[in-house]
């Protein structure tokens, strides 16, 4: 986006200041339960349910006259949406860079998103293509306002205290995931009890995270101000902006090079995330109070895992532990491929293992990327690592599904993810890092 934006906060008092980066922080509060109850925990199995109703009798359904097995629909619709919101992304962006009104871009957002995932209460019979265009809007949506929100770090926070304030916003998203999922539990797990049926259980749980995104985010949208922009800052509009950022990350080919290894594994990453409940219902038989619980248990242990990730890292250096994590994620896929079928016990095994390695990997990656951007260059930097991030993440979602749609076998597309942590780390054994970092013009630390 803007070449420099703001790379330092304007003179607010420490009061106001405060009071904004509280307010940044709930947004995490507002919109983590999305990812959470929505797209890691109900919509896949249920959203593969709803469309297996819907299938002909070889088990395909027809969006648009295009044969697609049913349990790749959802898979599909998470790839298609991300595609979408790599395509918005640099425009809304721009927008936001040229005119300083992030908030209202902001606002319309995570609103688009909250409606769409509410809507999703009306998810029922053979509904499969409402289903997946709620989720494309809803996926696209999360993305760009994440982007957005993002992008107020520099604003809100001096160099020294962006750390605990990102740190703070990243524990609130758990704290909330977790809170509503324990809610999700009761509901679903009493469902008889409310007087519900199954069914009615899960499409409430999706439709209150859309209400609990919209309502919480009053909170950010309150606090957060837009700031004014330079001419200068307002240059480059859209797709042009990410080009020259290229360009001058081309001029440092050790920063592009981590930068590559960390799309491919994170790809990964979140392939897992997104696919791993969907592999428990269908393949292992699990219900979906058990998948509530193992994501709880994902939920809590990412926390002890990034701690303890992270006083390896200051032991080992981050890029031994990061690469220690890659082994691990790799160990625990092939591990997840030989669990037997209706054994929660296993899941939850599974669980606790991309639970202790998930916080780490990812806050230990975005950790070392901040020291191989040049000084003066954090914003736009991070504005194309976001989306750069968000442009690779569609091509884990879309070999699952591939792979399901070739073999039948979840077992298969399970373990076909292996090659992105594979592949990732070769390609991050390969970065010298301190050499990269002296060639971004920082400090070397001792220990990296």
Not at 211 to 239: C, H, M, N, Q, S
Not at 257 to 271: E, H, K, P, S
Not at 420 to 433: I, Q
Request: proline share 5%; with cysteine; charged share 15%.
């Amino acid at each position: 986006m803007g070449t420099d934006t703001v790379r330092t906060p304007p003179a607010d008092g420490a009061a106001e200041r405060r009071r904004e980066q509280r307010g940044w922080c709930f947004y995490d509060w507002a919109c983590s339960v999305y990812s959470t109850s929505v797209l890691t925990v109900f919509l896949g199995p249920y959203l593969t349910s709803v469309a297996e109703s819907s299938a002909d009798a070889d088990g395909f359904v027809h969006p648009l006259g295009i044969p697609v097995r049913a349990g790749s629909f959802f898979a599909y619709s998470v790839s298609l949406s991300v595609i979408v919101a790599v395509l918005v992304m640099p425009l809304v962006g721009a927008a936001a860079d040229r005119t300083g009104r992030k908030k209202p871009l902001l606002a319309g957002a995570a609103y688009l998103g909250a409606t769409a995932t509410t809507a999703m209460f009306f998810l029922d019979g053979d509904r499969y293509l409402l289903g997946g265009a709620l989720l494309i809007v809803a996926n696209a949506a999360q993305s760009v306002a994440m982007m957005l929100y993002n992008s107020y770090l520099p604003q809100i926070a001096p160099p020294e205290q962006r750390d605990a304030v990102s740190s703070r916003g990243w524990a609130f998203g758990y704290a909330a995931g977790s809170l509503v999922l324990v809610a999700n539990l009761v509901l679903y797990t009493g469902h008889d009890g409310f007087g519900l049926s199954e069914g009615t259980a899960v499409r409430i749980c999706l439709a209150s995270a859309g209400l609990w995104w919209g309502a919480f985010a009053l909170i950010p949208l309150t606090r957060l101000r837009d700031r004014k922009v330079t001419a200068r800052e307002a240059a480059l509009p859209g797709f042009r902006q990410l080009a020259a950022t290229v360009r001058d990350m081309r001029r440092r080919p050790l920063t592009l090079a981590f930068l590559l290894a960390y799309l491919v594994y994170n790809d990964g990453i979140q392939t897992v995330i997104s696919q791993a409940s969907v592999y428990g219902s269908e393949e292992l038989g699990l219900g979906q109070s058990t998948l509530i619980v193992a994501v709880l248990l994902v939920q809590v242990l990412a926390v002890a895992g990034a701690l303890t990730m992270g006083r390896l890292a200051r032991a080992y250096g981050a890029k031994r532990t990061i690469l220690g994590s890659l082994v691990a994620w790799t160990v625990t896929l092939a591990a997840g491929f030989f669990l037997p079928a209706g054994a929660p016990m296993w899941f939850f095994v599974l669980a606790a293992g991309i639970g202790l390695v998930l916080g780490g990997s990812q806050a230990l990656s975005r950790s070392l990327f901040s020291h191989l951007v040049p000084p003066g260059k954090e914003a736009e930097y991070f504005s194309a690592y976001e989306m750069s991030d968000r442009g690779m993440s569609w091509l884990g979602p879309l070999l699952f599904g591939l792979t399901y749609q070739l073999t039948g076998s979840y077992r298969d597309a399970i373990i076909s993810l292996v090659a992105f942590f594979v592949l990732g780390f070769a390609l991050l054994a390969r970065v010298p890092v301190r050499r990269a970092i002296a060639d971004a013009g920082n400090p070397v630390p001792d220990r990296i």
